[in-house]
């Protein structure tokens, strides 16, 4: 793998990607493998803050910051005072845009005016509006965020393989890590992580028939499962679903931090996930991920990091995929895309990931 000189004339390199969660945790195999494939480079990361916690055991040549858009750096004049500020303190010869929207377009006019060069990766748009119109889809699968983000590195002449194995090496994460949440996992245990909201009722199974599959999954020899989310509402849920299995664990209201999450799920055996930030956070810790997938669709690009898709819990329907985050109201009024899910669908993949494991239940 070679770097080209374009990309070794760059000492310090800005990289913005702000938004949804998820979205940021896509970018960190492909920076931790552009950190560790350029050394000589010092690459800054600015995020939201509370995505900011995401990168833990960073490559050394990496710096993250949070960073307040609606407060400290709102607007236009926000974003000309953050330019200043960083260039002041990191001499920044190189702005790379994984983001594209007004905010990071304001960003990039404050650098092009400075005389600093600015790279913007490209979102596809056209081809995620012709996989979601109602009519004459193109059932094609798009180039994933994640090959996105790479290619701008690749066209800035930045080395960019694949080294990245997890946000914990190579190996678990240490039982201590996850102490607040649970005793070290035994062998002979199986951990399930199940995590069933989203943002968007387009990507939320019932939850009537997710508690069918947490009740059966908890019936399983030596089983232990923990059900991910944040905040009371999500937690009350929770809390009926566990009221009777000693083994199924609420972390709702926990407020444990994400290397804690992080550690844990690196621990687990299998999660279930929708479409939604919990898949990629499972995925930074190379957890077998079965997905479920109601009106938006693993061919727009947004499947999980080395998650297969054969583990993709979804209905062949002619008006699916119709939104690219899930966003928009059911053409049909029923969302039957999630609705027509039978709970043992989502039991017999996760039987599948589990047997693929080597893990018989």
């Known amino acids: 793998m070679q770097k080209s000189s374009e990309g070794s004339k760059y000492r310090n390199v800005l990289v913005a990607r702000f938004s949804a969660l998820g979205d940021v945790a896509m970018t960190i195999p492909v920076v931790y493998s552009v950190c560790v494939g350029n050394p000589g480079t010092r690459f800054i990361m600015i995020t939201q803050k509370v995505a900011s916690t995401l990168f833990i055991n960073t490559p050394p040549n990496l710096v993250v910051i949070g960073i307040d858009t609606k407060t400290d750096y ?71 965020s994640r090959a996105r983000y790479r290619e701008v590195f690749y066209r800035t002449g930045f080395a960019t393989g694949d080294l990245f194995m997890s946000i914990f090496g190579n190996k678990k994460a240490d039982p201590e890590l996850y102490s607040s949440v649970s005793s070290p996992k035994q062998p002979g245990d199986l951990w399930i992580a199940i995590a069933p909201f989203a943002k968007h009722q387009g990507k939320i199974y019932p939850l009537q028939s997710m508690q069918k599959v947490v009740e059966t999954v908890a019936k399983w020899p030596h089983t232990t499962v923990f059900l991910m989310g944040a905040g009371r509402d999500e937690s009350d849920v929770f809390e009926k679903w566990s009221a009777t299995h000693d083994n199924v664990k609420n972390l709702a209201l926990r407020r444990n931090g994400f290397p804690c999450e992080l550690a844990l799920l690196s621990n687990c055996d299998v999660m279930v996930s929708m479409d939604s930030a919990n898949m990629h956070l499972a995925s930074l810790v190379r957890l077998p991920v079965v997905s479920v997938w109601g009106a938006t669709h693993p061919y727009c690009g947004f499947m999980g990091w080395h998650q297969e898709e054969r583990n993709a819990v979804q209905l062949n329907l002619p008006c699916r995929p119709c939104s690219v985050f899930g966003n928009k109201p059911c053409l049909r009024g029923d969302y039957f895309c999630l609705t027509g899910i039978q709970p043992q669908m989502i039991i017999d993949h996760i039987r599948q990931a589990l047997a693929e494991a080597g893990i018989t239940v």
């Open 74 to 144: 709102h607007g236009v004049r926000g974003m000309f005072r953050l330019k200043r500020e960083l260039v002041k303190k990191y001499d920044i010869d190189l702005f790379i845009d994984l983001h594209d929207v007004l905010r990071t377009w304001a960003l990039a006019a404050a650098f092009l005016l400075g005389g600093i060069r600015v790279r913007r990766f490209k979102k596809g748009r056209h081809g995620k509006y012709e996989l979601t119109r109602k009519h004459n889809k193109h059932m094609l699968p798009l180039i994933s």
